[in-house]
């Protein structure tokens, strides 16, 4: 084995690391562990790829490889790329990852909004009949008034979630923490 082999098993040892680092972070966040390979693979290369190249490289098979790639470009963390006289399509990892960060999390937070204080709402008037039926059980009244002002109260963090998705996208906040990490090598 040449000096350049041995070489290129030594970036390849560490290249796998990294994929396997960010591909178990994004699982931890519940994004599948293929797809965060598939996001690793094209962080660590040198420039965009098609699905035929990240199907070579990952070995999965092409079906995974488009709902992976459907999925990473919904989050908005790959982006597809376009190259004069490439007929294929080519995709691009975001490697900002303060942009990532926000991307990733407001998105996640503006759901959680969503669905819980719909919830809420829903719940609200079933608690709210409960508490005033004549004919509910004294018990089931008091669990009914206790549950309601424990989800109402739980408004106030829908309303912080609301304010730290518009901080992060469009105020002070976002930019404030990043003056504190300037982005080098980006």
Do not use: C
Not at 24 to 51: E, F, K, W
Not at 84 to 98: N, P, S, T
């Amino acid at each position: 084995m040449n000096n350049k082999e041995i070489a290129q098993q030594s970036l390849a040892k560490a290249h796998a690391h990294i994929k396997d680092g960010i591909a178990d972070t994004m699982d931890i966040y519940g994004v599948n562990r293929s797809i965060g390979q598939l996001y690793a693979t094209l962080y660590l290369h040198d420039g965009p790829m098609t699905l035929d190249q990240l199907r070579d490289e990952l070995g999965m098979s092409k079906g995974s490889m488009s709902l992976g790639v459907r999925k990473l470009l919904e989050e908005k963390l790959i982006h597809r790329v376009y190259r004069k006289g490439e007929r294929k399509d080519l995709y691009e990892a975001e490697k900002d990852f303060f942009h990532f960060f926000t991307t990733f999390f407001t998105r996640r937070w503006e759901r959680e909004r969503a669905v819980n204080v719909e919830a809420i709402h829903a719940a609200i008037p079933e608690y709210e009949a409960l508490m005033t039926d004549s004919n509910t059980p004294l018990d089931v009244q008091q669990e009914a008034e206790r549950t309601l002002k424990t989800i109402t109260a739980s408004l106030a963090y829908y309303e912080f979630l609301d304010l730290l998705v518009e901080q992060f996208r469009h105020g002070q906040l976002a930019e404030e923490l990043l003056s504190r990490f300037p982005k080098k090598g980006i």
